[in-house]
């Protein structure tokens, strides 16, 4: 079977995220113009018929194909109970995209909502996957959570929000089943939820991007060394590399930090800019910026991170880290 020509990208969403979406979406049509197709499928977990309308006229504007995969009986029966917590369904519903999106898509770009596309996705796309089931960047995770969950401290462990997915190895190896199986070996309560599955089950058959690819909160806080340091890495990327990647991210990754997140007050991301732009030029153009919804302990790591000697800030978090561990 051929490879699908044009670019094939999904997101998932709920209705508090479409928005995010949204002004991601448009960021991804902006910087791929030189792309002759685009086709995005929205995992709909959820999505009001006025968002969908609003996605809807921002693909027609850009004269791209938008589809929205109802997930509802996908995931059904997906148990998203996490003690006392609960996380959205739409997290965990790129685990399903092999069995979603048509068999004429061999391969597809996943995109968390809290991202911006700066340029084009062409190379990426050409990345041959023939033996990987999954490319990604890989993640600041403390090695406890890759022992967690069965990994070895030397492997690599991704960041589940931009991935490029071999959706043809997926099928062939039937991972979905993998997946829930894992998911049910941990009675719902995986470390890191769907990304800590993916890591899991695609071990060593992932191919590692440049961080220019999924460009995180953590790069923009901490050195190379800092965070091999604070995270107990045996290996990350070098700071030559980190640093072209700050000043160069073809994808921006809002995750939550010590910077906050550009669609809230007190965001202290050196790029929010790069995301108001695009929200001014969205449908969601009139919004005001949300509450910070750091958690207090974040909040006060981000303060003394500000304003404290490194030594003092590394101490506190290495705390709360241990603490998390007790927990987990």
Not at 208 to 229: D, E, H
Not at 246 to 260: M, Q, R, S, W
Not at 264 to 275: A, F, G, V
Request: proline share 3%; with cysteine.
């Amino acid at each position: 079977m051929k490879d699908y020509i044009g670019l094939c990208v999904a997101y998932s969403a709920d209705e508090n995220y479409g928005k995010y979406l949204g002004i991601s979406m448009l960021s991804l049509f902006v910087s791929n113009k030189n792309i002759e197709e685009i086709t995005v499928f929205v995992l709909d977990c959820g999505i009001s018929q006025v968002t969908k309308d609003k996605l809807i006229t921002i693909a027609n504007e850009y004269s791209r194909n938008i589809n929205f995969v109802n997930m509802d009986s996908a995931i059904g029966g997906l148990n998203l109970q996490i003690g006392v917590r609960k996380i959205s369904i739409a997290s965990y519903a790129r685990l399903f995209l092999s069995s979603v999106i048509p068999e004429k898509y061999n391969k597809i770009i996943y995109l968390d909502c809290d991202t911006i596309v700066r340029a084009s996705l062409a190379d990426i796309w050409k990345i041959n996957l023939d033996n990987y089931l999954v490319a990604g960047v890989q993640d600041t995770v403390d090695n406890f959570f890759l022992k967690k969950i069965g990994m070895k401290e030397d492997e690599y462990y991704i960041n589940a929000g931009v991935l490029l997915i071999n959706l043809s190895l997926w099928r062939r190896i039937h991972i979905e089943d993998k997946f829930m199986d894992f998911i049910d070996n941990f009675k719902g309560n995986v470390p890191h939820h769907d990304q800590g599955v993916i890591n899991a089950i695609c071990r060593n058959k992932k191919y590692i991007l440049s961080p220019r690819y999924n460009a995180t909160s953590n790069i923009y806080s901490f050195s190379a060394k800092t965070i091999r340091r604070m995270y107990f890495l045996d290996s990350f990327y070098s700071q030559e590399e980190l640093d072209d990647a700050k000043k160069n991210p073809i994808i921006l990754h809002f995750t939550t930090g010590l910077v906050g997140r550009p669609w809230e007050l007190k965001c202290y991301h050196p790029m929010k800019e790069e995301y108001l732009k695009v929200a001014k030029a969205s449908p969601w153009k009139e919004d005001e910026l949300l509450p910070d919804s750091r958690k207090l302990s974040v909040k006060i790591f981000s303060a003394l991170y500000r304003h404290a000697p490194l030594f003092i800030s590394e101490t506190v978090y290495r705390i709360i880290s241990k603490l998390a561990h007790i927990r987990e």
